[in-house]
């Protein structure tokens, strides 16, 4: 199983749709995660944190399930740009141990 | 403020070629990183260094070395390129080891 997991889509949704992903990770000692946001060719971009007690942020909202290992983050009323990658990034203590996703392409469409 | 900046952008090199990818950041920040990302692999760790003057092997480091010139610089050296390390190379810069991280526009290398 891999350190961190993400269904790497496309999810293509429309325009003010609520779309939900998803991030498992298989060590139960790992300690901080984080959603990124990558654009096109460009680099990655800290989205938002994720604690124990979940992150909400605008229309972002972050949760975390460590009884099932995974993060979801969910993106009420979708717009235009929000297409990008989003990478899920676990943190298990230790610079050595940042492992981040292969990320999730999310493509809003008018 | 310009945050983490990267030399170069683009990069084309012959195999067994030599080449340095430079790294700064002015945001006064301890730790510094060197990813590269390959499609459907995700980004992995090359290189880090925790403070000035201490360097450490990521997930990837075999054909890298790198140099933590000051706070400010971390380089990325590739003596002999190989094919297999056509990538992007991004930097990256925290205030700490655990915690949100800056990185740099990427550096495109593509060796043939």
């Known amino acids: ?110 | 403020n310009a945050g983490v900046t990267q030399t170069p952008k683009f990069q084309v090199l012959k195999t067994g070629q030599s080449m340095t990818l430079q790294c700064a950041q002015d945001m006064n920040h301890n730790s510094m990183y060197w990813y590269r990302q390959d499609p459907g692999m995700g980004l992995r760790l090359i290189y880090y260094s925790a403070s000035e003057g201490t360097t450490d092997k990521g997930e990837v480091p075999n054909g890298y070395n790198v140099s933590r010139l000051n706070k400010r610089e971390f380089s990325l050296r590739l003596e002999s390129a190989a094919p297999s390390q056509t990538s992007v190379y991004f930097c990256a810069s925290s205030e700490q080891g655990i915690g949100e991280q800056y990185f740099g526009p990427g550096t495109r290398l593509t060796v043939t």
Not at chain 1, 21 to 30: E, G, I, L, V
Not at chain 1, 44 to 72: C, H, W
Not at chain 1, 76 to 81: G, Q, V, W, Y
């Open chain 1, 1 to 110: 199983r891999k350190e961190v997991e993400q269904d790497p889509g496309p999810f293509n949704v429309p325009e003010g749709a609520t779309v939900a992903f998803n991030c498992t990770y298989s060590n139960s000692a790992s300690q901080s995660f984080f959603w990124y946001r990558q654009d096109c060719r460009k680099e990655p971009k800290l989205l938002m944190s994720v604690y124990s007690s979940g992150n909400e942020d605008g229309r972002f909202t972050a949760q975390l399930n460590r009884a099932s290992q995974y993060i979801s983050l969910l993106i009420r009323d979708s717009k235009l740009s929000d297409s990008a990658t989003y990478l899920c990034v676990v943190n298990i203590g230790g610079y050595q141990k940042v492992t981040f996703g292969i990320g999730t392409k999310l493509q809003v469409i008018p």
